[in-house]
């Protein structure tokens, strides 16, 4: 006899629920919409963390690399020891 699935109604099958079910979609909807994307907003009109805000005067947009420090300076060229 080949054993069959279990249904929903069996005993062995357990019933805990698989994912937030549609209230807990919602509320998690209603808490994006009404305080992650405001603050988010807000945040984004009073700093440009990645300086992507043209700037006329410059030359370049360039940062040139900070140097390595002493003890790490040829920490990255395998050709070359501590």
């Known amino acids: 006899m080949a054993r069959r699935g279990l249904a929903p109604g069996d005993p062995g099958r357990l019933n805990a629920p698989s994912g937030p079910g549609r209230v807990g979609r919602a509320l998690l909807a209603l808490l994006y919409f009404v305080l992650v994307a405001p603050v988010g907003g807000v945040l984004r009109l009073f700093r440009d963390?990645?300086?992507?805000?043209?700037?006329?005067?410059?030359?370049?947009?360039?940062?040139?690399?900070?140097?390595?420090?002493?003890?790490?300076?040829?920490?990255?060229?395998?050709?070359?020891?501590?």
């Open 49 to 82: 963390p990645l300086a992507r805000r043209p700037d006329p005067a410059a030359a370049t947009y360039w940062l040139p690399a900070a140097p390595a420090p002493p003890d790490r300076a040829g920490a990255g060229d395998p050709g070359r020891g501590p």
